[in-house]
């Protein structure tokens, strides 16, 4: 650990799915205003949908019992990244003996919800048993690559993205690799093997490097910068940048960024803002918590933004308040700031507008498949229709949908539901659709954007 100062710190091609629907023509009653005001979304994650972006929280396995925590989870997130049970320490304390339950755990409560997965983190310093440090380096090398091969093939298909290598390089002005057992012993090769070991464990997930004090240009940042530039020139796989962005008073989000987010980007990865907190109160971290999501926001290769926690009283720096719900899980200024920058609304629907919200839940699952409902639920006023947007993950299909009738983007992975027949929704009133997708190996539950009333 470390001192406050020293470290403030997707889819279905595009084949025409096998749709089923109750009605195959809309009749003239049913046909959708759709000129009606599109209505932004209430919640982060439906906000950050809209914008083609996640909003994930950090999640421990032990708060998900206690309904507060689970349902500002489930109302406000779409994307999980489990705090410290994917580690070395919890995942596999003892040689080749691999303890997934609590993160297990995490993974399904997210894929039930439609959330995505971060996977966090397969090779780190810290959080490691003992036994791997005292491995000799053959033995080390063959430990962290079992590692890897093991957690990725365990979670194959169900994690979006995956910290493969988390904190390698030192603070300060060095540029150089921060010493560990794998650093120490294996030498600087040891990233580029940790990524090549992991993209044959699992193909479909994003490969990201992660770590912290590289949200702005300094040495640091470049170090990683110049990293990242060879294993794009050399073909060494990787997909992804984390940018933790754990930020306080010493050290505040840097004034560059967006520029440094950018640059990362122009190398050809993905950058991901993936543990975001941000110590303080009021307006002034709001303000801060706002330049965060415009930066994102501003480039197009950020794919999304996840928090380092719900509640203030979980952080794991509490003391400093710097998440966006406070102890009795409040919506702090700082939360309001993320929405209105994310294009969303709050107050759920005041002003008389139409508004509804569309929540996801997994119905049934088998080898090869699983249903997914939609409920879609009228806010304060009477609504006479609505849209609700799902996005599956290639090579997944949507093989069958009920109670409504879906559109298809070209790229054949994004249907946008509408109602069949009556479409009008009393306020407070709900309705429900649902679909089957054929997973075709991958498991990762859809994503519901946010639903547009008129
Ligand atoms: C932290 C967790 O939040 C704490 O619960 C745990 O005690 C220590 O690790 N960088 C990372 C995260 O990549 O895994 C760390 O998480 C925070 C810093």
């Not at 997994?362 to 006479?384: D, E, H, L, Y």
Request: charged share 15%; aromatic share 10%; proline share 4%.
């Amino acid at each position: 650990m470390f001192s406050a100062s020293a470290r403030p710190q997707l889819r279905i091609r595009a084949r025409r799915a096998l749709v089923l629907t109750t009605a195959g023509v809309l009749g003239a009653a049913g046909v959708l205003s759709l000129a009606g005001t599109a209505n932004a979304a209430s919640t982060l994650g439906a906000s950050a949908a809209a914008k083609g972006r996640y909003f994930g929280a950090a999640v421990a396995a032990n708060h998900l019992g206690e309904a507060q925590y689970a349902s500002t989870l489930d109302t406000e997130f779409n994307s999980v990244t489990p705090e410290n049970e994917m580690k070395w320490d919890a995942v596999e304390p003892t040689r080749n003996s691999f303890n997934y339950g609590s993160a297990d755990q995490i993974v399904s409560h997210a894929q039930g919800k439609g959330m995505k997965v971060r996977g966090h983190t397969l090779v780190w310093h810290s959080q490691l048993p003992g036994w791997v440090g005292g491995l000799a380096a053959a033995d080390l090398r063959s430990a962290m690559n079992n590692h890897i091969t093991q957690v990725m093939t365990h979670y194959k298909g169900k994690i979006y993205a995956w910290d493969v290598v988390n904190e390698a390089f030192q603070d300060g002005s060095s540029g150089a690799r921060l010493s560990s057992p794998f650093q120490d012993k294996l030498g600087n090769g040891f990233i580029e093997e940790a990524f090549r070991t992991a993209r044959a464990a699992d193909s479909g997930a994003k490969l990201c490097y992660n770590d912290y004090n590289t949200d702005g240009q300094n040495a640091k940042s470049n170090a990683v910068y110049n990293m990242v530039k060879d294993f794009k020139q050399r073909g060494v796989p990787i997909d992804c940048v984390g940018f933790q962005s754990h930020f306080n008073s010493n050290s505040p989000v840097p004034g560059d960024y967006q520029a440094n987010l950018q640059r990362f980007a122009d190398l050809g990865v993905y950058v991901q803002i993936t543990e975001l907190d941000i110590e303080g109160s009021g307006s002034a971290q709001a303000t801060s918590y706002g330049k965060v999501v415009n930066a994102c926001l501003a480039v197009s290769r950020c794919t999304g933004i996840t928090v380092w926690g719900i509640p203030d009283k979980y952080s794991w720096r509490s003391s400093g308040t710097p998440l966006l719900f406070d102890d009795n899980y409040n919506k702090k200024p700082a939360y309001d700031a993320v929405l209105s920058a994310l294009g969303g609304t709050s107050g759920g629907g005041g002003g008389g507008g139409a508004t509804c919200a569309a929540t996801y839940t997994r119905t049934s699952t088998w080898n090869g498949g699983f249903n997914g409902q939609v409920t879609v639920k009228a806010g304060s006023s009477a609504i006479s229709s609505w849209t609700v947007p799902v996005t599956v993950t290639s090579p997944q299909k949507v093989s069958a949908t009920w109670n409504g009738s879906p559109t298809w983007d070209s790229s054949g992975n994004v249907m946008t539901m509408k109602p069949n027949g009556n479409a009008s929704l009393a306020a407070g009133a709900s309705t429900t659709f649902g679909f089957t997708v054929t997973t075709n190996g991958n498991t990762n539950a859809p994503t519901v954007g946010g639903c547009t009333a008129s």
